[in-house]
């Protein structure tokens, strides 16, 4: 990086050789990047009337409106085309003037992921090493998140957390995708595919929830709005660093949202849920992360199968605050290639 000039807190950086302007907002260094232009959006809406007036259903407005208004042209393929004047002006969410062509909706639409809400009975035989460990995690997670929080979860163990809070605890989940006050998974009768969290898994949504666009959505998890986000980890580091989106060589579908989660860590608390170990046995816990980042000095918890660390994230540092049950600090110690301190006093997760 170059120096910055004062005047304008103008610099610039080099990204593959080519010179990237930075610029200094709020004491924190960014990188300008160009808007994308699309050349062709094509998007699915509920309503579509002949003036070109869109609305979309619930988690559906995800990007439609965004990328209706961001391509050179705009078709929409409409599940129902109405007279103008069908559709109330304030439910238009895509205006006319962005859509370029209408074609009706040929084929229902695709559910990727069919998460039902599993039944109170309970299942014979004991419980996997795999769903002990997870639920472990996810029990002692719930514990950071405060009634009247808003929180992000992130796929796979956090999202187990809401299982484990007490009645009296009413938390606003928000998912990425445009969904605030996410409720449990549906039932069958309740499954609808227009209701889907950020893993395009089926969800409810709760009494008093809302759905939006995703520019709302990461305005607020940019702005801080949101308390707590709790993701996973590849590798989490002693100074906080997060690597949660890829390994190098192999396929991955992409960051999400993470990247955004952990962008204001000063008024989003984030937490890592992980296991401690990954599948090959290496430690997820690590001096440095030899993964690219998700985010530097962001995470202020972590909550593993083995204990709970408290993650200093100006001076950089670990310490041990809490342990698992039939767990020690040298087992511990084997299974973290990161140093860490120990609390004057150590709890128990439980």
Not at 2 to 7: E, F, I, M, T, Y
Not at 40 to 49: G, Q
Not at 262 to 278: L, S, Y
């Amino acid at each position: 990086m170059g120096p910055v000039d004062k005047a304008t807190g103008k610099t610039t950086v080099l990204e593959a050789g080519k010179p990237r302007e930075t610029r200094i907002f709020g004491g924190k260094v960014y990188g300008m990047e160009e808007a994308i232009k699309g050349d062709v959006a094509i998007l699915r809406a509920w309503k579509v009337d002949e003036a070109g007036n869109c609305q979309f259903r619930y988690t559906t407005k995800a990007f439609g409106q965004i990328m209706g208004k961001a391509a050179k042209v705009t078709i929409v393929e409409a599940e129902n085309i109405v007279p103008i004047g069908d559709i109330h002006p304030d439910s238009v969410h895509l205006q006319g003037i962005y859509v370029d062509r209408i074609v009706p909706a040929t084929v229902e639409k695709i559910l990727e992921m069919t998460k039902l809400k599993e039944s109170g009975g309970q299942t014979s035989g004991e419980k996997s090493p795999s769903q002990v460990r997870r639920e472990r995690i996810a029990k002692r997670t719930a514990k950071e998140l405060k009634h009247g929080y808003y929180v992000n979860l992130g796929v796979g163990i956090p999202t187990l957390a809401p299982s484990f809070l007490s009645p009296e605890t009413k938390v606003w989940i928000q998912s990425e995708n445009g969904l605030l006050g996410m409720g449990p998974y549906p039932t069958e009768e309740e499954v609808d595919a227009d209701i889907v969290n950020a893993g395009k898994e089926t969800v409810t949504i709760v009494p008093g929830g809302s759905t939006f666009d995703s520019a709302e959505s990461f305005a607020m998890i940019r702005g801080g709005h949101i308390d707590v986000s709790v993701l996973g980890a590849l590798q989490v580091s002693a100074n906080g660093d997060l690597a949660n989106f890829m390994i190098p060589g192999k396929v991955f579908k992409g960051m999400g949202g993470a990247m955004d989660l952990v962008g204001n860590p000063d008024q989003t608390k984030i937490v890592v849920a992980t296991d401690h170990v990954a599948k090959d046995g290496s430690s997820k816990i690590v001096e440095t992360c030899g993964l690219p980042l998700t985010g530097a000095k962001v995470v202020s918890t972590i909550i593993t199968d083995l204990c709970v660390f408290d993650v200093d994230r100006v001076k950089g540092g670990l310490t041990l605050i809490e342990l698992a049950p039939g767990v020690d600090i040298e087992e511990v110690r084997r299974k973290t290639d990161a140093k860490f301190a120990v609390a004057d006093v150590v709890g128990s997760m439980e």
